[in-house]
């Protein structure tokens, strides 16, 4: 009977480890393209589209272009290092009527891995140039200040953080200081197949004006490989739930399309 008993829990065990090799191997494929701490070249487009503010009847759009690349420790910086760079195409309304389109500020920042064991930590200077087509799209000024991230991955999924701080030091005289903060939390379940469910609204705190908004966000994406790369896309809804200030988004249907290049 042992002997019995023990054959059929072999076979068993057998016939669940390809299964099991799968269903890690697919939450390694969504860790990665889902890590903004991973070391690897990617290019995102994302769209955050606002049907409506609130106190109003105007909409927003922000499609992001977005690219990252890592860089080798090397000589004089002995910590690897990732480039991101985030460009705009934003729809704002026209203080004349209508709404304008166009080129939004771009923003760039260099973040020093400082800990890439555990719990993943990397922390660098950021600027945002004044490249906005229109007035209303940009706010006028050179920015500067701090980005820092923090990063659990497991093969459940990854839970962290990116904050961001900036304020401005130069630009148009005619636009007014700007003084932000933003924190993302990162919360990314992962399920079978390369689903997973995410949670990723960006709180945004204004802080010339005193003013905030905190959305959360409840989504679902799917990562997969294609070829050495990988894909990922996803949709997540997001409700404000709390506000101080108007004009800022009701809801926003944020969207987005990763790529993951070599891995």
């Known amino acids: 009977m042992s002997n019995k008993m023990g054959i059929h829990a072999l076979l068993l065990a057998s016939s669940l480890t390809p299964l099991l090799c799968a269903q890690a191997d697919n939450a390694d494929t969504a860790n990665k393209s889902n890590n903004p701490l991973n070391l690897a070249p990617g290019a995102n487009l994302q769209d955050y589209y606002t049907p409506r503010l609130f106190d109003s009847n105007l909409h927003t759009n922000d499609a992001l272009l977005r690219g990252t690349l890592p860089v080798a420790p090397g000589e004089f910086i002995g910590v690897p290092q990732l480039l991101r760079a985030t460009l705009p195409v934003s729809t704002r309304p026209d203080p004349h009527g209508g709404y304008s389109t166009g080129i939004g500020d771009l923003n760039l920042f260099d973040i020093f891995l400082l800990k890439t064991d555990g719990v993943q930590l990397g922390i660098g200077p950021q600027i945002t140039a004044p490249t906005a087509a229109e007035d209303e799209l940009g706010t006028g000024k050179w920015q500067a200040g701090l980005a820092a991230v923090a990063i659990d991955a497991s093969p459940r999924g990854l839970l962290g953080a990116l904050v961001q701080y900036q304020s401005?030091?130069?630009?148009?005289?005619?636009?007014?200081?700007?003084?932000?903060?933003?924190?993302?939390?990162?919360?990314?379940?992962?399920?079978?197949?390369?689903?997973?469910?995410?949670?990723?609204?960006?709180?945004?705190?204004?802080?010339k004006n005193d003013t905030h908004y905190i959305p959360v966000g409840l989504g679902v994406g799917k990562a997969w490989k294609g070829g050495s790369n990988i894909l990922n896309a996803f949709i997540e809804p997001q409700w404000t739930v709390e506000r101080k200030g108007d004009g800022v988004p009701q809801f926003t249907l944020f969207a987005g399309l990763n790529v993951t290049f070599g891995k």
């Open 168 to 207: 401005s030091f130069a630009g148009d005289h005619d636009h007014a200081h700007v003084e932000t903060a933003t924190l993302q939390p990162f919360i990314i379940h992962n399920l079978p197949k390369g689903w997973y469910l995410r949670s990723t609204g960006t709180w945004t705190f204004d802080l």
